[in-house]
């Protein structure tokens, strides 16, 4: 067995720094022998197998954060394969944006037509939400992330390839159509990944400012994309542009391969001999058991989002038509990148300071409240479009630093998967609807003018649900504008563990008490001590 070192403190203060450098190497080598002369006793290696052989020594000396997943470097190289499992689908969904003169003139079709490429992704992206929720928790992250980022590949593939052949200018637009919707089936559901492997690893810890980091290095692909298709386009044609985000999108299996690799370490260093962990089989009626809290979240997302996204799918033309910027070059595409290029700046940040104070609902109400100025700027102002652009990046980046990691708070961990299913597909039903009610609007005789209207009043509603979060929430005991170190303690019950518990509560108290429900009362605070 390895002998403890015993080291007496030296009572007189050393004098000269030599003398106590030396004392600690000869510390560490004391230390290295005797480890040495243990695993000679216990016949281990290197003494036993490799003593008089040609392999080399299995004793290398490895960082220590390589052999601790729970360390802030481990997490952190985690948390970059993360990051880079959507960059290249955010560059790809923002690409017709940009594109917009381009696709009209290539398929002779008008504003209506090309707003069914979000449309399409939009609609196929609420219904397949719900789906990638289910299998997040039925077959866990690493495979769904397989999965997912496939479909990503080929419906870029495929509108890529509508861009290729020679054919008539409708089967061309239906096969970029047709590109979009399997896009769409891919490119929101690898979100739901992306946020389900950050909430696992990164739960009562710093996990406002990995949303924050993800959402940062997610977007980068949109700014990306602003600044550099433009000119793509204008060097190599639309065809070589297309088929270059569909190169980009295979960033992501990289990145896959990375995360299943220290993912999978991480379970062996744990001795977790079962894989991957994963969450029960969901059945879609613990929807029913969410709380409200969740709902209102859903919502506030909804209502924020379809401002945010369809107005950023026809900015560049907005800014043409209004102020004049040349949206043939690229200085209304970067003009449009400043909502994403503030979310870089600020979204770090804003994961830090809600890790640290909390306020979320505070902090939704004003991102939701700041973006009505904005539009109205926009519509009734000709002040410089950079003043409100900035505002609405600030706006963007508030919301989704306090909006998206609250889910985790307020669901089972067992559902994290389908309550961000459920947020992404109601988000997305909003923007299909939306956008093509902009598209309607924009083609008739109200115009730009009658578009930032419509906005204004959307980011009014958002900020009303944000305000009845915020009074929800603290009726049931602020859960939500608590700091995440104030929010440890007994890990909330799975539905499952909630459903077998609840019986025996029925005996205990003679009435059904919810487990997982804030305490009201001091009766309320009796049982759900007798259930911890």
């Not at 720094?17 to 080598?29: D, V, Y």
Request: glycine share 8%; hydrophobic share 45%; aromatic share 14%.
């Amino acid at each position: 067995t390895r002998l403890p070192l015993t080291r007496t403190r030296s009572r007189t203060r050393d004098t000269k720094p030599c003398a106590r450098n030396k004392r600690r190497k000869r510390t560490f080598i004391w230390y290295q022998s005797e480890s040495l002369l243990s695993a000679a006793l216990r016949g281990s290696p290197p003494f036993s197998c490799y003593a008089m052989s040609s392999q080399p020594s299995p004793l290398r000396l490895s960082p220590v954060w390589w052999n601790d997943p729970t360390s802030g470097t481990y997490r952190a190289a985690v948390l970059a394969c993360t990051c880079l499992l959507t960059f290249g689908s955010y560059y790809v969904f923002d690409m017709p944006s940009v594109l917009e003169d381009e696709l009209q003139d290539f398929l002779n079709i008008n504003s209506t037509k090309y707003n069914l490429f979000y449309s399409l992704y939009g609609w196929t992206n609420m219904a397949m939400s719900l789906v990638a929720g289910w299998i997040v928790d039925r077959v866990g992250y690493r495979l769904s992330a397989y999965i997912f980022l496939t479909l990503v590949i080929l419906g870029q593939a495929l509108f890529a390839l509508g861009t290729s052949i020679d054919a008539t200018d409708s089967t061309r637009f239906l096969i970029m159509c047709a590109g979009r919707f399997i896009f769409g089936t891919g490119g929101g559901s690898i979100t739901i990944v992306q946020n389900a492997i950050v909430t696992y690893w990164f739960k009562g810890k710093e996990l406002a400012l990995a949303f924050g980091i993800a959402l940062t290095s997610s977007r980068a692909g949109s700014v990306i994309n602003f600044f550099t298709t433009k000119d793509l386009v204008n060097n190599h044609g639309l065809s070589w542009t297309t088929w270059y985000g569909a190169c980009l999108c295979c960033v992501g299996v990289l990145a896959a391969f990375g995360f299943h690799y220290l993912d999978t370490r991480a379970n062996r260093l744990r001795g977790d001999s079962s894989g991957e962990v994963q969450g029960r089989v969901v059945n879609f009626k613990d929807v029913k058991k969410f709380r409200n809290e969740y709902w209102l979240v859903a919502l506030t997302i909804t209502t924020f989002y379809v401002c945010v996204f369809p107005f950023v799918a026809d900015a560049p033309k907005f800014f043409d038509d209004r102020f004049g910027y040349n949206r043939h070059s690229s200085e209304g595409s970067i003009l449009t990148s400043m909502v994403y290029l503030a979310s870089l700046a600020l979204s770090p940040l804003l994961g830090l300071w809600v890790d640290r104070f909390g306020k979320r609902t505070s902090l939704s109400i004003f991102g939701t409240a700041l973006t009505i100025p904005v539009f109205i700027l926009f519509g009734y102002t000709h002040v410089s479009p950079y003043v409100g652009m900035i505002g609405l990046g600030i706006g963007y980046s508030v919301c989704a630093a306090a909006l998206w990691p609250s889910i985790s708070l307020i669901v089972p961990t067992d559902t994290i998967g389908t309550a961000m299913g459920v947020a992404t597909s109601l988000q997305m039903l909003g923007i299909a609807i939306f956008t093509l009610v902009v598209g309607a609007i924009k083609d008739s005789h109200f115009s730009w003018t009658g578009v930032m209207f419509f906005f204004a009043i959307m980011a009014g509603v958002s900020c009303c649900c944000a305000f009845i979060l915020y009074l929800v929430d603290e009726r049931a005991g602020g859960d939500l504008s608590r700091p995440k170190y104030k929010q440890d303690g007994p890990a909330r019950l799975s539905v499952a563990e909630e459903a077998e518990i609840e019986p025996l509560l029925m005996d205990f108290a003679g009435d059904a008490v919810s487990i997982n429900a804030p305490a009201r009362s001091s009766g309320d605070l009796v049982h759900r001590s007798f259930d911890e």
